[in-house]
């Protein structure tokens, strides 16, 4: 577990916390995910209840975005019982039988109003401006919300989880015959096929993010599972560094007002001559990686005379992943748990 001194923020009574949960798997029995074998034992899926609601009880997260929801009824049920009277989903999982489900949905609770929540659409005009000539649509639907915040007013929030890694399975040939090369380049084809989904995702929620901020200029906080390293070529659309085609005429607003910042670096911002080590949200083959953000707008950045709060605290819940104990931790999550706390400015 990561977490800073909370001396940082004890200045201001305000205090808001904002996180992002992968819950993996969230399905109540008798349903199953993905084939009839996954479906938890009753005392199965009570433990993974049970750690859910000990990461809240502990760390009290005013807004959480979730990403991997089969059953947004159960836990709809269990968030209200921790005093979350605001829900949403826009999006359910599909169905393959009677008992079992697949692509999973996101969904966002919170304890202050939710004062709307829509799907994130796509826009297909864009999508052909990129070179993706089918008509595009999402791994799954991003959920956008307006939230009634204390101290920030109406806040744009984007849950989002970009498609995975996993390389694009490509249908056999009809004889079922498959040689080494071929499947060697049909992997490599479907781990291409992949980034440029996960990339033309990318593009379109920062276009949805531009459009909207230029009508509304609410405060943005993007969030969620990405799937990759934010400094990868793939999710560039979420930096606007570097933008050469702007003159004088065209600025409403500066170019920093459009800006997504990723909470870490707005943390560092706030701690002088102090250097963490930012730790991992997600392992694969022993080696550790940052797939799991929160992107902020320029009203959360320590730096900027307009800001409003600023990132008093960054918490990487990750027990259940570097020191699990298998009674509690068995049914967790294959990722950290990632919240901020928010402060009003200094």
């Known amino acids: 577990m990561f977490a800073t001194n909370k001396s940082s923020f004890a200045h201001s009574a305000f205090c808001l916390k904002v996180a992002t949960v992968n819950l993996f798997n969230f399905v109540e029995p008798p349903s199953a995910f993905y084939s009839f074998d996954n479906i938890y034992t009753q005392h199965e899926w009570q433990k993974k209840l049970n750690w859910l609601n000990r990461y809240i009880g502990n760390y009290h997260p005013d807004v959480i975005a979730f990403q991997e929801v089969f059953s947004a009824k159960a836990l709809r049920a269990q968030l209200e019982h921790l005093g979350y009277t605001f829900f949403a989903v826009i999006d359910e999982p599909t169905q393959t039988d009677e008992y079992i489900f697949r692509d999973p949905v996101v969904a966002l609770a919170s304890r202050y109003p939710i004062l709307c929540a829509e799907p994130v659409l796509p826009d297909v005009s864009l999508a052909q401006k990129t070179g993706v000539t089918e008509e595009f649509s999402f791994s799954r639907t991003p959920l956008f919300a307006t939230l009634e915040l204390p101290a920030l007013g109406e806040t744009d929030f984007y849950v989002v989880h970009l498609k995975s890694k996993r390389p694009k399975e490509f249908a056999l040939p009809s004889d079922n015959k498959q040689t080494l090369h071929d499947t060697m380049i049909d992997e490599m084809t479907g781990f291409w096929a992949s980034a440029i989904q996960r990339g033309t995702e990318a593009s379109q929620l920062m276009a949805n993010v531009l459009r909207r901020?230029?009508?509304?200029?609410?405060?943005?906080?993007?969030?969620?599972?990405?799937?990759?390293?934010?400094?990868?070529?793939?999710?560039?659309?979420?930096?606007?560094?570097?933008?050469?085609?702007?003159?004088?005429?065209?600025?409403?607003?500066?170019?920093?007002?459009?800006?997504?910042?990723?909470?870490?670096?707005?943390y560092v911002k706030t701690q002088d001559n102090i250097d963490f080590e930012r730790p991992p949200t997600h392992y694969h083959g022993g080696r550790g990686s940052v797939l799991d953000y929160i992107l902020l707008s320029n009203e959360f950045d320590h730096s900027d005379p307009e800001r409003l709060?600023?990132?008093?605290?960054?918490?990487?819940?990750?027990?259940?992943?570097?020191?699990?104990?298998?009674?509690?931790?068995?049914h967790s999550s294959d990722h950290a748990l990632v919240s901020v706390t928010l402060s009003l400015r200094r």
């Not at 969620?224 to 070529?233: A, I, P, R, V």
């Not at 990750?318 to 068995?330: A, E, W």
């Open 213 to 266: 901020r230029s009508h509304t200029n609410n405060p943005v906080v993007l969030l969620g599972d990405f799937n990759d390293e934010l400094s990868s070529e793939v999710l560039h659309p979420f930096h606007l560094g570097g933008i050469r085609n702007i003159t004088d005429d065209m600025a409403d607003m500066p170019l920093s007002h459009y800006q997504l910042h990723d909470c870490w670096d707005l």
């Open 309 to 330: 709060v600023e990132v008093a605290e960054y918490h990487c819940e990750d027990k259940h992943l570097v020191n699990p104990h298998f009674d509690q931790d068995s």
